[in-house]
């Protein structure tokens, strides 16, 4: 009788959709922690010393799912990258991903892979903009949204690689003046010049310390230090820093001192420092031009005059 009275009380829609959202819950709690379980025991073995994986499938899945989904995928866009691109467009661009930092060897076969993912986009923007439409675009809005968002997808990843080294270019640029006055002050204290370079590593890091510490480990795997420095101009692409290394390399070659040599560059590149930033203080007002005559100034317009001419329209 109590059993029956019970199952005759209705339940409240609310607390149903709790129970069914708290069972959800749990469901999904236990399958995360099972997979996170998994994931740790994966990478603990993967840092064990001497593990081997019996087989194949085991090997296969220690790698992510993601990347066991998506490493196919990008391998074919890829491919069809390389086909389809013009002749010296992956020796440039491996060149880009050089001056910008990226020294691994998977980086331009995954720029090919998004690249043609975003051109493979376009048709899908095409019909967005000129079937779908769902905010009502006109003819030429159609057409202005379509180019435009077009062009971000072919010319996008193209921009993007071409800001990065350009940030970095401007990053070794602007820590050039204060690495050379380190390395000349350590010079001319009697440390040698790679002695010197170790120490400006360690003590001001940036793009430019990284490439210094590369080309010591150049150097330190046998190569000369003309060709190490000579790679490390080619990778940075700074005339400054071309300037530096020919300098270095003439003052080997001819036997000049290289403290004098170094201190001679650390003033030039002071000068032009100082340079620039007056450079870009004289550029500052010619910018700014353009949003004051298209923002502030018919808002100032209006304000000012405004009251005038509704006065002068009532007087006529």
């Not at 749990?26 to 994966?42: F, G, M, P, T």
């Not at 003046?177 to 590593?201: H, K």
Request: proline share 5%; hydrophobic share 50%.
């Amino acid at each position: 009788m109590l059993l029956s009275t019970i199952l005759a009380v209705s339940i409240p829609p609310v607390f149903a959709v709790g129970g069914i959202g708290l069972s959800f819950g749990l469901i999904l709690y236990a399958v995360l922690s099972q997979a996170e379980e998994k994931s740790v025991v994966r990478e603990s073995l993967r840092q064990l010393d001497g593990y081997e994986v019996d087989s194949m499938r085991d090997q296969e899945l220690m790698t992510p799912l993601v990347q066991r989904i998506l490493g196919p995928i990008g391998e074919v866009m890829s491919n069809v990258g390389r086909r389809f691109t013009p002749h010296g467009y992956i020796d440039s661009t491996r060149t880009r991903f050089l001056r910008a930092g990226y020294n691994y060897a998977e980086a331009v076969d995954r720029f090919l892979a998004v690249r043609v993912a975003a051109i493979m986009f376009v048709p899908v923007l095409f019909w967005f903009a000129f079937f779908w439409n769902p905010i009502d675009f006109s003819g030429r809005m159609q057409l202005l949204v379509f180019v435009l968002l077009g062009a971000m997808c072919v010319m996008g990843p193209d921009s993007w690689l071409n800001r990065k080294v350009e940030d970095r270019q401007k990053a070794i640029l602007s820590n050039l003046p204060d690495v050379l006055d380190l390395l000349t002050i350590s010079v001319e204290a009697g440390l040698g010049f790679e002695q010197a370079l170790d120490r400006v590593i360690g003590a001001v890091p940036g793009e430019l310390s990284n490439e210094f510490a590369r080309m010591l480990g150049e150097t330190r795997a046998g190569a000369s230090r003309a060709d190490a420095m000579r790679a490390m101009d080619a990778r940075v692409d700074v005339p400054e820093v071309r300037s530096f290394v020919m300098a270095i390399l003439q003052a080997d070659t001819f036997g000049v001192s290289i403290g004098r040599v170094l201190r001679a560059q650390a003033e030039e590149m002071r000068i032009k420092r100082r340079q620039i930033a007056q450079e870009k203080a004289q550029k500052a007002p010619v910018k700014m031009l353009i949003p004051m005559v298209f923002c502030i100034f018919p808002a100032l317009f209006i304000i000012v005059l405004g009251p005038a001419m509704i006065n002068i329209s009532r007087a006529f």
